[in-house]
């Protein structure tokens, strides 16, 4: 008799410059440390035709619908190749970004009516949801201020201070209506601090995924 830890799948959310990237790199360490087989990637992106949409996404102005609609193609590739294969095996999939992130953008953000989203994302993945949201929620002037120090900006990340209000609001929403998967990280806090909130919530995560075979 073995135990095993059943697949789980996390996404990372919140607006530029809240912490996603910084922490992705110590969830998947932490994971892999206790025997968890991980797969990390990032919307819009993932495989090699998302990484191809991705750029037009960040670079191209285009029609708010051209926009949401290419970041659901990005994501059902994605899903094709990599999420659902990598859960089917038994992996756990790591995300940087997924759906909450197009409701946040398109719909909060550029004010695309959520019932497009919902509509996309009952065609994209009906049956797909997180396990695991961790909502890196922080006040528009301190993302800002940590990317301002970092590098260029793209196409969303120069967008204005009620862009940002907006796109924070509808995460907020969203972590409101769905509380079972989502965790809200106060992304004020220091790194150290937040690692200690994120190891306790993979703690539990790990031990409510084990099953014995
Ligand atoms: N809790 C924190 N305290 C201080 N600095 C932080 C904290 N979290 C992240 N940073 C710094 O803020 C900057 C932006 O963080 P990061 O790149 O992780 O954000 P992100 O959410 O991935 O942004 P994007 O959506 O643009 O990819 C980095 O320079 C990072 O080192
Ligand atoms: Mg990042």
Redesign the pocket.
Known sequence: MTQQHQARFITFE??????????IGFVSDYLRQRGVNLVSSREPGGTQLGEKLRELLLHEKMHLETEALLMFASRREHIAQVIAPALELGEWVIS?RFSDASFAYQGGGRGLDISKMEALEAWVHPHLQPDLTFL?DVPLAVARA??D??RALDKF?QEQADFFAATRNEYLRRAAQFPARFRIID?????AD?QVQLAQLLDDLLEKSLVTR
Not at 14 to 23: N, Q, V, Y
Not at 187 to 191: E, L, N, W, Y
């Open positions: 919140g607006i530029d410059g809240a912490g996603k990237s910084t922490h940087d890196f940590r990317l120090a970092t990340e992304s004020t806090q220091s790194i937040i």
